[in-house]
Antibody, heavy 121, light 108 residues
C-alpha cells in the first residue's frame, strides 16, 4: 500500500526558511516522479513543484521559482522541499504526491495528508 | 498558461440525483492530460479520473469523465452520501500543472 507522510511544517516569519520532508513507502520510490501541491486556507489547489524519479530534472511554478528547491534522496525514500524567502502568501497545507510515471507528472495518483506551513510575524 | 474554469461553483443536489460538472480550458488540452480529483473536508485530494475518461483504481463506475479540446465533464450518475465533496479538474502542459477553482457538490 502506498503511503506518503509529510513533516516539517510549522510557523515561520516572513523571509524565513523551512524544509519539508515526505517519507514514502509501499512502492519503488526511484521509479516515479514526485511533486508538491499546496492549498491555502479555504482555497483551491496549486501545484508547486515536481521532480523526476532520478532527481535529475526539476520543475517549479512561477510563484515559487528561485525561492523553493525540490530534491529527493532515493536511498532514503524521501522527498524534500526547501522553502526560502517565505512570504505570507506561502501559507498553506503542503501535500506530497506521487506521479504515475518516472519522468512525466501528468497527474498525481497518491497523496499524503499534508503539512501546514504558516508564514506570519 | 492554461486557465481552467469550473462551473458551477456550487451544485446543490439530493442523493440519487445526477451531477454534471464542467471544466473549460482557455486553450485546447490533450485528453491525455486532463484529470479529476475529489476532496472531502480535512482530507487530501483523491484521484478520480485521468486521461479525461479513465477511472482510477477503486473508483465506482457511477463516476465518468468525458470531453475533449477545451470542454470536459465529470458526471456522477447517482449521487451517494459519500460523493458530497469538492471536485477539481487539472491539466498538464508545458511541464507544469494547473488546477481549476473547484466545484462543491453539496446536499440540497
Amino acid at each position: 500500500e502506498v503511503h506518503l507522510l509529510e513533516s516539517g511544517g510549522g510557523l515561520e516569519q516572513p523571509g524565513g526558511s523551512l524544509r519539508l520532508s515526505c517519507t514514502a513507502s509501499g512502492f519503488t520510490f526511484s521509479n516515479y516522479a514526485m511533486g508538491w501541491v499546496r492549498q491555502a486556507p479555504g482555497k483551491g489547489l496549486e501545484w508547486v513543484s515536481a521532480i523526476s524519479g532520478s532527481g535529475g530534472t526539476t520543475y517549479y511554478a512561477d510563484s515559487v521559482k528561485g525561492r523553493f528547491t525540490i530534491s529527493r534522496d532515493n536511498s532514503e525514500n524521501t522527498l524534500y522541499l526547501q522553502m526560502n524567502s517565505l512570504r505570507a502568501e506561502d501559507t498553506a497545507i503542503y501535500y506530497c504526491a506521487k506521479a504515475p510515471l518516472e519522468v512525466r507528472f501528468y497527474y498525481f495518483d497518491y497523496w499524503g495528508q499534508g503539512t501546514l506551513v504558516t508564514v506570519s510575524s | 498558461e492554461v486557465v481552467l474554469t469550473q462551473s458551477p461553483g456550487t451544485l446543490s443536489l439530493s442523493p440519487g440525483e445526477r451531477a454534471t460538472l464542467s471544466c473549460r480550458a482557455s486553450q485546447s488540452v490533450s485528453s491525455t492530460y486532463l484529470t479529476w480529483y475529489q476532496q472531502k473536508p480535512g482530507q487530501a485530494p483523491r484521484l478520480l479520473i485521468y486521461g479525461a475518461s479513465s477511472r482510477a483504481t477503486g473508483i465506482p463506475d457511477r463516476f465518468s469523465g468525458s470531453g475533449s479540446g477545451t470542454d470536459f465533464t465529470l458526471t456522477i450518475s447517482r449521487l451517494e452520501p459519500e460523493d458530497f465533496a469538492v471536485y477539481y479538474c487539472q491539466q498538464y502542459g508545458s511541464s507544469s500543472l494547473t488546477f481549476g477553482g473547484g466545484t462543491k457538490v453539496e446536499i440540497k
